[in-house]
T-cell receptor, first 111, second 113 residues
């Protein structure tokens, strides 16, 4: 069945460091891919998305490219800030209702 | 525009008690979802609805029931709470099929003793 695998955390970085959070997926058909972010005590909110192969989603300095050949959607940011500390979820959406989330990666950015 | 709201924010139940969690959205979305979030397991879909008057089972439906009598509301019921249902519950809504963005509520933290 469809699935999403993302790197386990926590990931701890210093401010202004480069961030990569890996996400790979398996799916039948042509899913849409998402990154959601969850700040402490809050619900998830969309960070970026891509709906077809080679699309690049971007928002707030974060980027991810939908790579069909490697079934990946890795999240990157060139220079993280303390305010980026949160849990990041990779997800795919396909079919009639199927929406599958990864287990989440906690990011901690130190000043 | 409040988006997705959930009531209550936090609740403690004793084993065997019942309760209803309320989700409301003001975006006129057709699809609504209930998830539970447990440490190390991400979000798991409990039930979902593709429109007013319709409901369907998700990945982990046992022990829960739902109703969607009005388009803007989606209720999640626990008839006889168990400690295994201790979790954080999130409601979400979207325009349509899962290619669309989901909008999440702030969550309900439930502790079953």
């Amino acid at each position: 069945g469809d699935s999403v695998t993302q790197m386990e955390g926590p990931v701890t970085l210093s401010e202004e460091a480069f961030l990569t959070i890996n996400c790979t997926y398996t799916a039948t058909g042509y899913p849409s891919l998402f990154w959601y972010v969850q700040y402490p005590g809050e619900g998830l909110q969309l960070l970026l998305k891509a709906t077809k192969a080679d699309d690049k989603g971007s928002n707030k300095g974060f980027e991810a490219t939908y790579r069909k050949e490697t079934t990946s959607f890795h999240l990157e940011k060139g220079s993280v800030q303390v305010s980026d500390s949160a849990v990041y979820f990779c997800a795919l959406g396909s079919g009639t209702y199927k929406y599958i989330f990864g287990t989440g990666t906690r990011l901690k950015v130190l000043a | 525009n409040a988006g997705v709201t959930q009531t209550p924010k936090f609740r403690v139940l004793k084993t065997g008690q019942s309760m209803t969690l309320l989700c409301a959205q003001d975006m006129n979305h057709e699809y609504m979802y209930w998830y539970r979030q447990d440490p190390g397991m991400g979000l798991r879909l409990i039930h979902y609805s593709v429109g007013e008057g319709t409901t369907a089972k998700g990945e982990v439906p046992d022990g829960y029931n739902v109703s969607r009598l009005k388009k803007q509301n989606f209720l999640l019921g626990l008839e006889s709470a168990a400690p295994s249902q201790t979790s954080v519950y999130f409601c979400a809504s979207s325009w349509g099929q899962p290619q669309e963005t989901q909008y999440f509520g702030p969550g309900t933290r439930l502790l079953v003793l």
